[in-house]
């Protein structure tokens, strides 16, 4: 996990597109919609919504193949100056896309790794300046709850928390109050 974060970053400035591209926008460049990722990190507000400042912020891939599936779903809060901001990652898996549904919940630490499993991850973002850190989920305790889901339009609804840790420092941070709402995603 260490490793996607910074990856999926990436790939969020440089090649995804606006998941809500059907909505239209309003005259500071806000897509108005109800897609979005809200949290709390350490008390403080995230909020990803969809803007076009020709960054996409909000993302979600659905990977499948016999033996397992993923669901990566990404957001970015971008800050006035779009080269700094901070990204939340929630990660999703298990062995059959079935098992996800309205009212599926996977709590850690994880039971049975595989059914379903989840992590996260959080990083602050930061264009020149200092070098940019990786929080990973620790699996000490967190959840992850669907509320809505339509696989036929590929959107999905749910609320998570967790804590994430920084591999270098230890130091620890918590998410709560975590909300995905509308979310599209595409499967690979």
């Not at 350490?42 to 990977?63: H, K, Q, W, Y």
């Not at 036929?152 to 928390?161: C, T």
């Given at each position: 996990m260490k490793r996607i974060i910074p990856i999926l970053f990436a790939i969020l400035l440089i090649a995804c597109s606006s998941d809500d591209d059907s909505s239209s926008m309003d005259d500071d460049g806000?897509?108005?919609?109800?897609?979005?990722?809200?949290?709390?990190?350490?008390?403080?507000?995230?909020?990803?919504?969809?803007?076009?400042?020709?960054?996409?912020?909000?993302?979600?891939?659905?990977?499948?193949?016999?033996?397992?599936?993923?669901?990566?779903?990404?957001?970015?809060d971008l800050f006035e100056n779009i080269t700094e901001g901070e990204s939340i990652i929630i990660a999703m898996t298990g062995v059959s896309f079935d098992l996800v549904?309205?009212?599926?919940?996977?709590?850690?630490?994880?039971?049975?790794?595989?059914?379903?499993?989840?992590?996260?991850?959080?990083?602050?973002?930061?264009?020149?300046?200092?070098s940019n850190v990786d929080f990973d989920t620790d699996g000490s305790s967190g959840f992850l709850r669907i509320t809505a889901?339509?696989?036929?339009?590929?959107?999905?609804?749910?609320?998570?928390?967790?804590?994430?840790?920084?591999?270098?420092?230890?130091?620890?941070?918590?998410?709560?109050?975590?909300i995905f709402n509308n979310i599209s995603y595409t499967d690979d």
């Open positions: 806000t897509v108005l919609g109800d897609s979005f990722i809200t949290a709390k990190i350490n008390g403080n507000d995230f909020e990803a919504i969809p803007v076009d400042r020709g960054v996409p912020t909000i993302s979600a891939e659905l990977d499948e193949n016999a033996a397992f599936f993923s669901l990566v779903i990404a957001g970015i549904f309205v009212g599926a919940e996977v709590n850690n630490p994880v039971d049975n790794p595989l059914e379903l499993a989840f992590g996260g991850g959080y990083a602050p973002y930061e264009t020149g300046g200092e889901i339509d696989k036929e339009a590929q959107i999905i609804s749910g609320e998570f928390e967790y804590n994430v840790e920084n591999p270098d420092t230890g130091e620890l941070l918590q998410i709560t109050d975590g």
